[in-house]
């Protein structure tokens, strides 16, 4: 499975991004994606997963009530949606995907449990 990241760039405190990921290679909608972020000097950290429906999301405590997760199985597609960005939020985006074993009524953010990973999109906060 191949996955892309877009979207990223610049925005200002307190504005919005919307973050795509577009997969290619695989039957998509056996897949539960992750996004990731990595900042400069930190190690990768989950921001939030989408089930292979779309239907249950998760997300991390950092970007909960700001980011959300969605993706349209039809065209291969996974947004994150941010709004209300800081500085803190500023890193290197990626998605990454697995196929679960299980009902697939769940999804975990654990970079451990992906195997497929995006080369990210930048997105930076600044004024």
């Known amino acids: 499975l191949r996955l892309v990241e877009s979207g990223g760039g610049l925005v200002q405190p307190g504005g919005s991004l919307t973050l795509s990921c577009a997969a290619s290679?695989?039957?998509?909608?056996?897949?539960?994606i992750g996004w990731f972020r990595q900042a400069p000097g930190r190690g990768r950290e989950g921001v939030s997963c989408i089930n292979r429906s779309g239907r249950f999301t998760n997300s991390a405590d950092s970007v909960k009530g700001r980011f959300t997760t969605s993706r349209d199985n039809a065209k291969n597609m996974v947004y994150l949606q941010m709004n209300n960005l800081t500085p803190e939020d500023a890193a290197t985006y990626y998605c990454?995907?697995?196929?679960?074993?299980?009902?697939?009524?769940?999804?975990?953010?654990?970079?451990?449990?992906?195997?497929?990973w995006g080369r990210g999109t930048q997105v930076t906060v600044s004024s």
């Open positions: 990454a995907a697995v196929v679960l074993v299980g009902s697939g009524d769940e999804c975990y953010i654990r970079r451990s449990l992906y195997d497929y």
């Open positions: 290679g695989g039957t998509f909608d056996d897949y539960t």
